[in-house]
């Protein structure tokens, strides 16, 4: 490539000193950095004026980015690339090549992160686009630097191999560092990854409430890259490692739907007709407004136990959110239901017989 390059050089130059006034090194190494200035403008103004106007009637957003980001990092490479080309017009490329071969190194390299944070860029707009799912706020950023950390190391690397530095060692100590940089930050790149599965799978979404296998109950504040938070019933914010949430057992109560059925214990002495405790209680819940009728309220005779016929009262509400006070409202109902029945609700009672 760089001899393709010095050919390219050597045939331009050549044509360059054809030119009328262009015998005189001086004269036609600043031409040749002005026309190279002016093309570069040109460009630029076709740029942001035509293509730019013309690329914003098409229906895909990738061209309006790509003359956004890459315009001016164009005009910086062929500028540059017009002062190697000067200097090597007028024998100082031996002695600047370094520099300006790093400078154009940079440059080229430059405009290659450009075009990568364009279609990133694209890909983030037309993903949100798509979904509601918090995913490109998330990981856009994440690409982004990941993408820029690793065209600085190309760059360094290239730049070190310019000037004539023996880059394989570096190599093996990058190798060996990554090996323990990634040992000591397991526990940092597990939470990510784990932020990453929560996000795509999207197992939780902002809003929803969980309980985690620890026990804790509440509702999803925020999902970061390495830890979730939970908010409490009791106002407290629970920070949660992503790592622990995807390799975990965590109910989600709003999931498939934000419905959910409670329930209500209660029990009634030995003695009392079943049914009629069922049609006592059935006519309470069925008329509490906010219970939902599809499906149905039920009274349930589970259990004969040590001192009283329990039973249980199912009930569904459309949203979790309104369980809690529902479970309040119905255990009130149904007790005071109860007492009008004469249905009588015994206290623990245990007789102890006593053998002389």
Same mark, same amino acid.
């Given at each position: 490539m760089v001899l393709i390059t010095q050919a390219f050089m050597d045939n331009l130059l050549g044509r360059v000193h054809t030119l009328p006034y262009m015998d005189n090194l001086l004269i036609s190494s600043i031409a040749i950095v002005v026309a190279f200035a002016v093309f570069a403008g040109v460009l630029l103004f076709l740029f942001n004026g035509y293509l730019k106007t013309l690329a914003g009637k098409t229906e895909t957003i990738i061209d309006d980015l790509i003359f956004k980001y890459t315009s001016k990092p164009i005009f910086l490479l062929i500028l540059v690339f017009g002062v190697k080309l000067a200097l090597f017009n007028m024998g100082w490329h031996d002695r600047l090549v370094n520099v300006v071969d790093t400078l154009l190194a940079v440059t080229f390299l430059f405009v290659l992160m450009r075009v990568l944070d364009v279609f990133i860029e694209g890909w983030g707009i037309t993903f949100s686009k798509r979904t509601e799912s918090k995913l490109d706020d998330v990981l856009l950023p994440l690409f982004h630097k990941a993408s820029h950390i690793v065209f600085v190391i190309i760059a360094l690397m290239w730049a070190l191999n310019i000037w004539g530095i023996n #880059?394989? %060692?570096?190599?093996a100590g990058v190798g060996i560092s990554g090996i323990v940089l990634g040992l000591a930050l397991?526990?940092?790149?597990?939470? &990510?990854?784990?932020?990453?599965?929560?996000?795509?799978?999207?197992?939780?979404?902002?809003?929803?409430?969980?309980?985690? =296998?620890?026990? =804790?109950?509440?509702?999803?504040?925020? #999902?970061?890259?390495?830890?979730?938070?939970?908010m409490t019933f009791n106002n407290e914010v629970v920070y949660i490692p992503n790592g622990y949430l995807a390799n975990s057992r965590v109910m989600?109560? !709003?999931?498939?739907? !934000?419905r959910v059925r409670g329930r209500v214990d209660f029990g009634v002495e030995y003695g009392t007709d079943v049914e009629? *405790?069922?049609?006592? *209680?059935?006519?309470? &819940?069925s008329k509490i407004e906010g219970v939902s009728k599809k499906p149905a309220p039920s009274v349930q005779f589970f259990e004969m136990g040590d001192f009283a016929l329990k039973f249980r009262v199912f009930f569904w509400v459309e949203h979790w959110d309104k369980e809690a006070a529902m479970q309040l409202k119905i255990t009130e109902e149904v007790y005071n239901a109860l007492n009008k029945a004469k249905?009588?609700? %015994?206290? %623990? !009672?245990? *007789? &102890?017989? *006593?053998?002389?």
């Open positions: #880059i394989t %060692p570096y190599l397991q526990d940092s790149l597990k939470n &990510v990854l784990g932020g990453i599965n929560l996000l795509v799978d999207k197992t939780y979404q902002i809003g929803d409430k969980i309980k985690l =296998e620890s026990g =804790e109950v509440g509702i999803i504040h925020d #999902i970061g890259l390495r830890s979730t938070k939970l989600n109560f !709003t999931q498939p739907d !934000t009629k *405790v069922r049609k006592v *209680v059935m006519g309470v &819940v249905i009588m609700i %015994p206290y %623990p !009672t245990q *007789v &102890v017989h *006593v053998k002389d």
